[in-house]
C-alpha cells in the first residue's frame, strides 16, 4: 500500500508539473496566435481618434468598440510586458483591414502623420503636404488644385469654390500608400463629423448658413490666442455686423495678400496690405469676408455658434501680458487708449534691444 501511495503521490505531482508547464505554454501560444492574426473590419476609411493621456484600456476599448480588434486582452497583455504605454502617441488614426493587433499597435507608435494646425490656410496646408515624401506632390500647386473640388461639402456650402475652412486642424495618420486626394479627404470627412446635427441646427436657429458659421469661425481663430476669449472675440463680430461696421480685422488684410500673391511672408502688415482693393479687406468693406481665412478648430467653431453676449466693438492687445491676451472696449475713446497703451509698449520693448 505504502509503494502504490508513492507511486500515486509521483504520478500526481508530475501531473500538476505537466500542467503547470502546459498552461503558460497554451497561453503563450495563444497570444501569439492573438497577436498575429489579421482581423478584418469595416472601419479602413474612418479616422479614430486616440486622445491625449489615454489610458492603454481606454485605447484598446475604443478600438473594440470601432471593430478594428477582436478582442482586447492580447493588446492590453502585450503592451504591459513590452512597456509599450509610453510609445503610443495621440493623434487621429486610419488602420487598414485586415490588419493584427500588433499592426494596429505599431501604427499607433510609427503611424506615418500629417498635423493641420488651427488657423492654417489652404495654402499652409497645400505646403506642408508637398514635403510629406510618401505622398510624392511635385509640389504645393498640385495640392491646392486637389483642395479646388469642392463635391464633398456641396451639400453644405454650394457657392465655395475651394475646400478653405472645411480642412479640420487635426493629426491625421494613413498607410503608406495613401494617394494625397485621400489625405485631404479625410481632413473633410473630419469636418463632417464636426459638424454635427446638433451645431447645424444651432446655425439655423442664428439664422446663418454653415459657410458664414465657418467664415466667422475662421476670423476668431486667426485673431484668437486664448480658448477663453473666443466667445468675446465672436461677439465683437456679430456686434459690428449688426451695426454695419467694418470689422476692420489684419487677418483678412493678410489673406487678400496671399490671394493676390503679394504677401511678403514677414508678419508685417505694409500699407499696400491695407489699401488693397480686395473683397477679403475688411478695412475697406463692411460685412464678412467673402470666404473663410483658415481652418478654424471646434473651440473657434463652437464660439462662432455660441458668441458671448456682451456690447463690445472693439479689443486690443493686452502688453502685460505675452499669452495673447486681449483688451475689450465698447467705446472708441477707451479702445484708443488701450491702442496708445500697446503702441508705448512696443516703442519700449524696441528700444531696450
Wanted: charged share 25%; net charge positive; glycine share 6%.
Amino acid at each position: 500500500m505504502l509503494i502504490k501511495s508513492r507511486k500515486a503521490r509521483k504520478r500526481l505531482w508530475l501531473g500538476i508539473c505537466l500542467f503547470l508547464l502546459a498552461v503558460p505554454a497554451v497561453f503563450s501560444l495563444s497570444l501569439y496566435r492573438e497577436l498575429h492574426t489579421p482581423f478584418a473590419h469595416g472601419k479602413a476609411d474612418d479616422y479614430i481618434e486616440i486622445p491625449r493621456r489615454s489610458t492603454p484600456e481606454a485605447i484598446a476599448n475604443k478600438l473594440l468598440s470601432a471593430g478594428v480588434v477582436r478582442r482586447t486582452w492580447p493588446l492590453l497583455f502585450y503592451i504591459k510586458i513590452s512597456g509599450s504605454a509610453k510609445l503610443i502617441k495621440a493623434g487621429e488614426y486610419r488602420f487598414s483591414s485586415p490588419i493584427t493587433p500588433l499592426g494596429v499597435l505599431k501604427k499607433l507608435e510609427e503611424g506615418d502623420r500629417f498635423t493641420v494646425i488651427e488657423g492654417w490656410t489652404r495654402w499652409d496646408i497645400a505646403d506642408s503636404l508637398s514635403h510629406v515624401d510618401e505622398l510624392h506632390l511635385r509640389d504645393s500647386n498640385e495640392a491646392l488644385r486637389l483642395m479646388d473640388e469642392t463635391s464633398a461639402i456641396r451639400d453644405l456650402d454650394p457657392v465655395a469654390t475651394n475646400l478653405e475652412g472645411y480642412l479640420f486642424p487635426a493629426t491625421y495618420s494613413y498607410p503608406v500608400d495613401t494617394k494625397p486626394a485621400a489625405v485631404i479627404a479625410g481632413m473633410v470627412k473630419r469636418f463632417r463629423q464636426e459638424w454635427t446635427p446638433e451645431r447645424a441646427e444651432r446655425a439655423r436657429a442664428l439664422h446663418m448658413s454653415p459657410r458664414q458659421i465657418v467664415i466667422v469661425a475662421s476670423l476668431i481663430e486667426t485673431e484668437a490666442k486664448l480658448k477663453d476669449e473666443r466667445p468675446l472675440i465672436a461677439s465683437v463680430i456679430y456686434n459690428r455686423l449688426n451695426r454695419g461696421i467694418a470689422l476692420g480685422m489684419d487677418s483678412t488684410i493678410v489673406y487678400a495678400s496671399k490671394l493676390a500673391g503679394k504677401w511678403r511672408n514677414d508678419g508685417r502688415v505694409y500699407l499696400s496690405d491695407v489699401n488693397r482693393r480686395s473683397p477679403y479687406n475688411t478695412r475697406i468693406f463692411v460685412g464678412l469676408p467673402p470666404g473663410p481665412v483658415g481652418a478654424p478648430g471646434e473651440s473657434s467653431i463652437d464660439a462662432a455658434l455660441n458668441p458671448a453676449q456682451t456690447d463690445y466693438l472693439y479689443y486690443v492687445r493686452e502688453p502685460s501680458r505675452d499669452d495673447g491676451a486681449h483688451n475689450f472696449y465698447s467705446k472708441e475713446a477707451d479702445f484708443e487708449k488701450g491702442v496708445r497703451a500697446l503702441r508705448e509698449w512696443e516703442r519700449t520693448r524696441e528700444s531696450g534691444r
